[in-house]
Each structure stands twice: as structure tokens, then as C-alpha cells.
């Protein structure tokens, strides 16, 4: 039974070290694919995938600021055009995307990572200034 618990204790300790999840470069990995398959329904104009790709804040944010559902404000926000991803940085359950034309965050949920704010521009000593951002 010690035994059992210790290895128990070490999963737990492994998992919380590594931020659940699996490892960095899977998370990484995760993260570069929500934002390729974003971009991917924008460039396709399937604003109904690309409003499926944003967190609920986020989805919910755009619809209140344009008084117009996701699938007809998500093509009007005016998001760069962008494709391949240039760089990922994952802390815990937060992800930062820099493609060639666009600087995008996303959170880990249940379901995949899922955008909380894109069409950022990074301004100096201030917060990301970003076209599309959860409340």
C-alpha cells in the first residue's frame, strides 16, 4: 500500500511540474494547431469553425462589442491574414502564438486550446493591444 501511494504522490508531482497535460512540446504542439486551424477557417472565410475556435469569453466579448452574432462579427473584426507559425510559448494552461502576421493567446480547456484574444500588437512596457480579446 506505501509503495502504491508513493507512486501515486510521484504522477501528481510529475503532472503538476510539467502543467498537466502531457509535456511542453505537446502543449506547444496543441497550441500551434488551434491557432493553424483558426487561421485556416478565417482564410476560408468559415466563420462559424473560426467562432468555434475562441473561448467562450472571448466569443461572447466580440458578439456584445458588435451587437452581431460570432459568424457575422468574427469576419468584420478585421484580423490580420496570417499562416505558419513562427513561435509558441506555453505557461501552465496559457499559450502565446506569434504567426507571420498576427500574435495570438489562447487558454487549454477541456476540449483543445481555445483562442482568447488575436489580432495582437505588442506595444512597448504595455499590454497587447488586440482586436479581439475575452472580457
Known sequence: MRGTRRGV???LL???LSG???GIEAREDGAARA???FE???RASDAARGCAALAPGTRDELEQS???PCARALPDAGLPT???VRHVDVYGRQARVVTDGDTLFLSS???GWKVTAAGCTERPEKPYQCLIKGG
Open 14 to 16: 510529475c503532472c503538476t
Open 82 to 84: 496570417a499562416a505558419g
Open 20 to 22: 498537466c497535460g502531457g
Open 9 to 11: 504522490a510521484a504522477v
Open 66 to 68: 458588435a451587437e452581431l
Open 35 to 37: 491557432v493553424t486551424r
Open 40 to 42: 485556416t477557417s478565417l
Open 109 to 111: 480547456f477541456p476540449d
